[in-house]
Structures are given as C-alpha cells and as structure tokens.
C-alpha cells in the first residue's frame, strides 16, 4: 500500500475513504458482520477496490526475470483459486447445515451461535468446504437433479480464458493487440450475460434454500403479486427473509423491513407508520409465527386501532399476510346503541369516507367495484362475555349467504388484561374491498357464542342492519 501511496497519493486515500466510510456505516447495523457466516461478509464489497493496492506490487513482479515473474503469477492465481474451488466443488447448503447442527440447535442462542462462526477459525468456511470432500457427495453449484447447468460452467470458462490472456499480454511487457483486446472485452460482456442467467436460475435452486422458508415464502409473494395494487406498500416485520422478496416479489409496490416491538410502540416507529398511513391507501403486514406466540405484538396492535383489518391468510401456520386499509375521509355514525345479552352493548357504528347518502330506513353507501368499506364498532362489555364471543359482519342479502363477511373476536382477540367482570370499551375495526357486482346489498353485524356458533339476542333481533350498499 505505501508504494500505492507514494505513487498514486489521490488514488491510495480514495481507497482509505471508501473503505473507513464502508465499515462504519456497516458497523451501524445489529449484526453487521453478516449473520451466520464466518467473517464480516459485508465487507466484501471492499476487496476489488482494495486490489488496487496490489498494482505496484504486480508492477514489481513484471519487473523481475520472465521465469520467475511467470511461476510468482501461477502461485497468486493458484491461491486465489484455492477459496474459489471451495464455493464450487462443495454445496454451500451442505456446510450450513453443519453450521447449524453444530451451534444454532445445539446452543439455542442464535446471538451467541452467530459470534462464534463469526469470529472463530474453527468455523471457517474455506477449510470446512475442503474437509467435507471426503464426508459427503459434494454436490457442485454446477450440477442439479443430475445434469450441467452451463451458465456457471461457461462463466468459469471465459474467466479461465480472459485470465490466461490477460497474464500472457502482461508477462510480455507488449501493448495488447486489437484482437486481444476483442477477447477480453468480449468475454467480459458474455461474462455478464451468464451471470444474469445464473441470477434467474438461483431463485429456484432449492439447495439455496436450506431452511426451506420458500415453501411459504413463495405462495405468499405469489398472492401478492397477484392481488397488490399500485399504490400499497408491504411491511415486512422479519427484514432477514427480504432476498426472497428481490428474486420474487413482481407486484408494483413499496416495501420496508420494520422490525417490530412490544406494545405501545417507540415514536419513531409510530410516526413511521403514520406517514405509511397517510401515503399508501392500503398496507399489507408480513408477519412470521402464529400470532399468539409473538413477544412484540407492538406493530400490528398499531395497524389494528389505526387502520382497518380486510384479511388474514396463514401460510403453514408459520406465517401470515395481513391486509389493512387506511383511514380515509370523515365519520358518518349509522347505528347507535344497542344491547346484547351477556351484558354486551354496541356503543356506536360508524363508516370512514365514501359517498353516504340517506335512505328510507338505512344510510345507503354509494361506490363502485373494488372501493372500500370501513366500518368501526365500538363494544362495552364484561371481559368475561367479550372473551367468550365472536362478532360477524356479513355484507350482502339477509335471505342469502354473504357475499363478504368477517368472523372475529372484539378487536381481533386483543383484548386487554383484567377481572372477568370488569367492564372495557374496545375499538373494533373492519375493512372490506367491495368486488361485488352492481347491485343493492344490506351490512348486518352481529354476536355468537365462539365455543357453540349459537348466536346472541340482542333488544333488536340476532342480526342488525347498519347500512345499505349500492355498487353501481
């Protein structure tokens, strides 16, 4: 590096500068050194700009007898294809799995398990693959089910060759000739048109995925390819799985990884989520594991009282997409008190924006396929009686099955912490797409018996009209 510096001073402190900018704001990040890999693998990124140093040491080697410049040039390349070697004749998943057996399983700490491949040569990768030459079928990044895949044998080849030519042109101390120089630039480009086809086979090479998280990942992004709108906006709450989202996710929307937290969440995290409900009309909520197992509810507690709840789908019981609209226009209360048994009352029922005009006996909602419906219900109840039942919301005609309709428990099953007979007001939202046909349909709520389905008298029947619907 000093004769880098002595040589070319601009060009050695721009590397200095990229470097020391690069790690400090890698070193910003919870786990910059890459998760479980062995070494900063975001550090990566500075090892072709730090080749640069090695130009006045190549420089001096050029300067040395032909023989022995030649055989010093072989036994650099040989040791830079040494780790090379490693990626290709060994499947990378092979070794993470013993990475995984080894540490994660066994020390169930996943903090402590990545500082040891981290920093501990017992894990290094390079001398791991080679040992595994004898344990196991290797398995080579280049073969799959059997048969070549010849993007990367191809890249491997022109790298080969580009190499040889380079090292040829260099040992002779000569000026390139034109055709040397169509060789290089032409394998170059072919060099990058391999690699984007070997970037369209990854996706779906499922010895990448060892954990085997696309068999939930895939069908979820699937769903969202097909049914996001411009205009949403996804938040993903486990940001570690967003390269299935780069190789996958084809809908036109914009997406964060936000990690979550306990409830009520910081200000900063509120005040995102704000600006997200101002911005995007509809909010689309990734999050991992069964619900009542999560630690830091924080985030879709927020999005519950905030926004309105359309949809739920489970992916294996290990993952859930969540769809919310965003509060949109002003209140329009269209049903005032009513009392169910059990001492449950309805306090009020409100819509949120749309055009409402009045009826001869109910609101009527004027709207038009695919707009939204948002309805808020506001209960006051005994703990005991809001825990035991379940509200419907069916949209469509009384003497047929609904065409819409959601089934949950008072503010989907949060409810808050008390004495059996102590008395809360919950705030319990719904949304809902309207992709109905034109036509008249008629909303009704109501309560049942979550263990039995058998439903609750109320002092106006067991269903209550809150407002008609005209799609148009």
Do not use: C
């Amino acid at each position: 590096m000093w004769g880098l510096l002595r040589a070319h001073r601009d060009l050695a402190l721009g590397i200095f500068g990229f470097a020391a900018l690069h790690t400090l704001g890698y070193s910003r990040q919870i786990i910059w050194w890459g998760g479980l890999n062995w070494g900063p693998r975001y550090m990566i990124p500075l090892l072709p700009v730090m080749m640069l140093a090695a130009a006045p040491g190549i420089a001096a080697i050029l300067r040395w007898p032909p023989r022995r410049a030649k055989a010093t040039l072989l036994f650099l390349a040989l040791i830079a294809l040494f780790p090379q070697l490693a990626g290709t004749l060994v499947d990378i998943r092979l070794f993470e799995g013993e990475l995984d057996r080894a540490l994660y399983q066994v020390l169930q700490d996943y903090h402590r398990a990545m500082e040891q491949v981290a920093w501990n040569p017992a894990y290094n990768p390079l001398l791991g693959q080679w040992k595994m030459l004898g344990q196991a079928d290797p398995a080579p990044a280049w073969i799959r089910d059997h048969q070549l895949i010849l993007a990367p044998i191809g890249i491997g080849v022109i790298g080969a060759i580009l190499g040889l030519v380079i090292i040829e042109r260099m040992r002779r101390h000569a000026d390139p000739p034109l055709w040397t120089l169509w060789i290089i630039g032409g394998s170059a480009l072919a060099m990058s048109l391999l690699a984007v086809v070997s970037l369209r086979q990854i996706p779906d090479d499922p010895r990448l995925d060892f954990h085997e998280n696309a068999r939930f990942l895939r069908p979820m992004i699937e769903d969202l390819n097909r049914e996001a709108r411009p205009g949403d906006v996804l938040l993903m709450t486990y940001p570690y799985f967003g390269d299935y989202f780069l190789n996958w996710l084809r809908a036109p929307i914009d997406w964060y990884g936000i990690f979550s937290a306990p409830s009520p969440l910081p200000e900063p995290r509120r005040a995102l989520l704000d600006r997200l409900l101002a911005r995007h009309s509809r909010i689309w909520l990734m999050r991992p594991w069964n619900r009542w197992h999560e630690q830091e509810p924080g985030l879709e507690l927020y999005l519950l009282d905030h926004a309105y709840k359309v949809n739920e789908r489970h992916y294996e019981d290990w993952m859930r997409l969540v769809l919310y609209l965003s509060p949109r226009g002003s209140w329009e209360p269209v049903k005032g008190s009513i009392r169910w048994e059990n001492d449950v009352a309805l306090i009020q029922a409100a819509l949120q924006g749309g055009e409402i005009q009045a009826g001869e006996k109910l609101p009527v909602l004027q709207a038009r396929p695919g707009d939204p419906l948002r309805l808020t219900l506001i209960w006051r109840g005994p703990l005991k009686a809001l825990r035991a039942t379940k509200v419907f919301v069916h949209i469509g005609d009384p003497d047929q099955p609904p065409r819409l309709q959601q089934d949950r428990l008072p503010r989907d099953g949060w409810l808050p912490n008390g004495q059996d007979d102590e008395e809360v007001e919950i705030l319990d939202r719904y949304g809902f797409v309207l992709e109905l046909p034109p036509g008249v349909y008629r909303v009704r709520i109501g309560l049942y018996d979550e263990a039995g389905g058998k439903r609750w008298p109320s002092e106006s029947g067991e269903a209550i009209d809150l407002t008609m619907v005209e799609i148009r």
